[in-house]
């Protein structure tokens, strides 16, 4: 059953379904109190996953009179102007220019919570930039905990994702937080997934030597509106060949599985595990009632658009840079996080078709 999406938000984004999203996001039933008067440092501020906690934090700061401050740290003013320029024109949003692959500045940002979610996350960049991939998860984050240790920040969330799993033992059966499988550290590809591990890791030995209360999300597959068309994960390959309508072209033969979790989401479960997850723990942040093969997907995506005459092609020629995953399967188990609160609802055909509109009356 669909579920029920406000009118619009606070700060209304020119995006309708955007601000749709924000308003469903801050009418959940979270502590939101727990914020008032902090301030919330969020770095890859420019980018799709953070942008939605930006106007979340935002919109809930003028809905709740939460008097907090959100510091975006992103490596350049495009990406901001790109998802947050109907947002720049608050005082309690801050925007701080810099590569968080490079020592921090003695004039960084100060703040009780500090978000770090900035990173390659696409496979594009795998093969084209490894090491600028590695050093947003590794030296990022030491440089990040080690702010923290001098602040004495109250909360440290670090992004991580489903590719640490490796290539699952097990894949008849969705994935716990502690099911790890084989990850070839010699592959240029799993630069990405051991610069989350490491990132992970670090975390927990930051937490362990000097406390700082760490935790770590592992989403899975999240999509939406604002989310980069030329991206080059299959989700968003599929969503531009609907709205520029062109062939769907799949680089295999469309079998493996993936669990797609809509961007409001998973947005509410990063905002939970934030406000009422334990410091030392990982959650997964996922759709498990969303798991479909690619083919699957394929073919949801030009249903929903009849009138747009979509056509499939599969085994279709991949880019250069392009790096195949080895997983076949990667759905989450989310016992874990559903304990602490929370539960996604939005299934593919809503969210999808969701996405691509948002893109049709950009």
């Known amino acids: 059953m669909p579920i029920t999406f406000l009118k619009s938000s606070m700060i209304a984004d020119q995006n309708r379904i955007i601000a749709e999203d924000i308003s469903w996001i801050i009418s959940s039933e979270l502590p939101w109190k727990h914020l008032e008067n902090k301030t919330i440092l969020v770095t890859g501020g420019g980018g799709f996953l953070a942008s939605y906690i930006v ?112 290539s699952p033992a097990n894949a008849d059966k969705p994935l716990t937080e502690t099911d790890f499988g084989y990850l070839d550290p010699m592959q240029v590809r799993s630069c990405y997934a051991e610069g989350k591990r490491m990132g992970e890791n670090m975390c927990i030995s930051w937490l362990k030597q000097h406390k700082i209360p760490s935790v770590v999300v592992r989403p899975f597959h999240t999509y939406g509106p604002g989310m980069a068309l030329d991206d080059g994960r299959v989700f968003a390959d599929f969503v531009a060949s609907a709205v520029n309508k062109s062939t769907v072209q799949i680089k295999s033969d469309g079998s493996a599985m993936r669990a797609f979790c809509y961007i409001a989401d ?57 790096m195949k995953s080895p997983t076949n399967r990667s759905c989450p188990c989310i016992e874990k996080v559903q304990q602490i609160g929370w539960q996604p609802s939005i299934l593919p055909e809503e969210g999808f078709r969701r996405t691509i509109s948002s893109f049709l009356t950009m």
């Open 55 to 166: 106007k979340s934090l935002l919109d809930a700061n003028k809905n709740f009179d939460l008097h907090l401050r959100v510091v975006c740290i992103a490596r350049n003013m495009q990406s901001i102007q790109r998802r947050l320029a109907d947002y720049l024109h608050l005082e309690a949003l801050q925007i701080f220019i810099h590569d968080i692959t490079l020592p921090l500045p003695d004039n960084f940002p100060g703040a009780d919570i500090i978000i770090h979610s900035a990173s390659q996350a696409s496979p594009k960049f795998y093969g084209i930039d490894p090491v600028g991939t590695l050093l947003a998860n590794t030296a990022g984050t030491m440089y990040l905990l080690e702010h923290a240790r001098k602040l004495g920040t109250s909360k440290f969330l670090f992004f991580s994702s489903s590719e640490v799993y490796g």
């Open 266 to 322: 998973a947005t509410l479960g990063f905002l939970t595990v934030l406000l009422q997850g334990e410091s030392g723990e990982a959650y997964n942040i996922g759709n498990p009632e969303g798991e479909l093969s690619i083919k699957a997907l394929a073919n949801l995506i030009v249903g929903l658009y009849p009138e747009r005459n979509l056509n499939i092609q599969f085994d279709a020629p991949a880019t250069s840079h392009y």
